[in-house]
């Protein structure tokens, strides 16, 4: 048995997540554990949410990264919001929004699902038809950056069609915090919930959350108790913000790598990290275009965190990520559920969204497509985006 | 804001948990991020599953450290078994036992609670009695290492009396696994639990878990979906055991500490683990109760991996723990409910479980104690643990 120690190859991570890690963040990872209620941790948890606020867009007092993965939010978000027989109106364009779909049901609540075509958002009039149709749904979920697809939802007139009925508005922000801009405040979003593994740039294993104060009423409100105690929000509420309650122990040294990781965020700006990711998504899909490959989104859709390649006729997928991986030690990622097969998932994501990343993957694209019999202009892919990294 | 790198105090940590994580474990921990589908990291997987199985001494095909610190694990034993209506008896003689509690009425189960006074186990009796109160039990629940106390309950009448109900049975073992032995395999139990931050000397972060084939169909054949998404384990094993079908995106970087931390009880040996950590309890103990200070639990339930000592007479809980964290910056516990300001945990886990930090402790608290005004034997304490050393 091999320790990772002598194993691992480093890759380069340009995959829809876990994305490259700042060199800043493996080494807070590993300073010692502090105990969970030791002073000098409490301080550094608060110094995590002050900076998760920041990263949300917020104020909200209950902004803080729950004990498990980006799932385990989406999981919290559901779980705390809605009671048996309740409503929930969830939008489902891709794997994700499928995923909101399956857990209401768990939760004893009643799904009105609006779906549209996957590599498309979803129509804001058909929500708000959706919505009229639940009655009073108490809630409404939607995933603002579709993993599985690569398409940003629009978020302004659902999140108002939600409000005006009343409904608390769900965000599944996962593939977007960090990378583009989360409206928490600005739209008035009750619960959005993150993963670190993406644009946030840090190992995988927490889920920050915000929730408004109408969520945090909501749950304070609740008749039945939380299904789930490891994600009972109205417990670790108590352990995050303030009291210091003993709930369970925190991922320390997660916590640790997660503060560093917005440290790096807070010192860049946010505002420059956005214009950063969506400069170099703009130009690695010019560099993809000029090599004669198809985008799966409408260019008014795509995330600046994750650009998706439609697999060219006669090429195969897998064949084509297994030669990244042992000849450039890229990973990228294939297309799950309905596109299995038909698209490649290219992230830009935090710390690996940058031109020397780009410019590398292209140079390797084309070597392997050539390779694989298929006519790509020479050069053309890097030199579209060497312009418009010029631009 | 202070980054944690230039904060950490690197304390001695000698509570309840977190412990002192070895050298190696952190190294692993900030070794690069794979992806959760990498076929370097799916080895690492596979590895960490036989390393498991070799810590919970079991053949148990389904046995995967969850994606969440051990309550996650606690959740997810009883989430995954009980169904609305079943009936769960739960031994209750700590925080942890009445944690189990909590959590069986969240699941629309029928808890059969059995206790005791806090310090001693659960009278077997009174779990016969119990099982035969509530009929048809479908779990009957049990902290083999009460973490609040120092309880070591005995398993073997309480799981032969549970099998002959035909009850699962579940058992904690955050606070044993590694430090003492927790017979999975010998006596056929079914949901076993555990954290990494205790005996395995780990940072908090994963549940190892470890299911027999009787639980596995009990989950199989549920009617109703299990409430939690991100612990349905009848997904999680589908990513984990084999088809490395994705659910979620596994914490990379502590599944590489927990690999390395594993490797390291493997290289020691199991056995000798276990004889390590009951030698300097034992050796802690005599030299506590050499001190003129007297423990809470008798010694044949004593746990090998947490002392619990009872706060003298005149003393101040709280300025003994405050002055061992600022003059000798050593980490102690203190009472947890009804135990608060009455008590003091001192953990000997797994890395920190050794013969340097015994005699250190015993010190420090002679120190401070006599400082306090107490009469304390000079020398008393490391004496008497030197010599229980020497035999």
Chains 1, 2 share one sequence.
Not at 361 to 380: Q, R
Request: glycine share 8%; net charge negative.
């Amino acid at each position: 048995m091999k320790a990772p120690l002598r194993n691992n190859s480093a890759r380069l991570l340009l995959g829809p997540g876990p994305s490259p890690v700042h060199p800043r963040v493996l080494a807070a990872l590993s300073e010692p554990v502090l105990g969970h209620l030791d002073p000098e941790f409490c301080d550094i948890m608060s110094e995590t949410t002050q900076l998760l606020r920041y990263v949300f867009a917020t104020e909200n007092a209950l902004t803080v990264p729950l004990s498990g993965t980006g799932s385990a939010g989406m999981d919290a978000s559901l779980t705390n919001l809605l009671e048996p027989g309740d409503k929930a109106v969830v939008l489902s364009c891709g794997v994700f929004g499928e995923r909101l779909c399956d857990i209401v049901p768990r939760l004893g609540a009643e799904l009105v699902k609006v779906d549209s075509k996957w590599g498309t958002p979803v129509d804001p009039a058909d929500v708000k038809r959706a919505i009229a149709q639940a009655g009073r749904p108490k809630v409404v979920a939607a995933v603002h950056a579709e993993t599985s697809t690569g398409v940003l939802q629009p978020l302004e007139e659902i999140t108002k069609y939600a409000h005006e009925a009343g409904a608390l508005m769900v965000v599944d922000a996962v593939t977007s915090l960090g990378g583009t801009e989360v409206p928490t405040d600005r739209l008035s979003l009750d619960f959005v919930y993150s993963g670190t593994q993406k644009c946030l740039s840090c190992p995988p294993g927490l889920a920050p959350v915000t929730l408004s104060e109408a969520a945090q009423q909501a749950i304070a409100r609740r008749k039945s108790a939380v299904s789930s105690w490891y994600l009972d929000l109205s417990m670790i509420q108590r352990y995050w913000t303030g009291e210091r309650f003993y709930h369970h122990t925190a991922p320390v040294n997660m916590v640790y790598a997660l503060h560093e990781a917005l440290s790096l965020i807070r010192e860049e700006t946010l505002e420059h990290c956005w214009a950063r990711h969506a400069r170099n998504a703009r130009a690695f899909s010019e560099g993809v275009t000029a090599m004669g490959l198809e985008l799966l989104v409408a260019p008014e859709y795509r995330l600046p965190s994750l650009v998706v390649i439609k697999v060219p006729q006669g090429i195969d997928d897998a064949q084509v990520r297994q030669k990244l991986l042992s000849d450039y030690n890229i990973e990228i990622g294939g297309g799950l559920g309905e596109l299995k097969g038909k698209i490649w998932r290219v992230g830009l994501m935090g710390h690996g969204s940058k031109q020397s990343n780009i410019v590398l993957l292209l140079a390797a694209l084309e070597h392997i497509l050539k390779n694989l019999g298929m006519d790509v202009p020479e050069g053309a892919g890097t030199s579209a985006a060497s312009r418009a990294f010029s631009n």
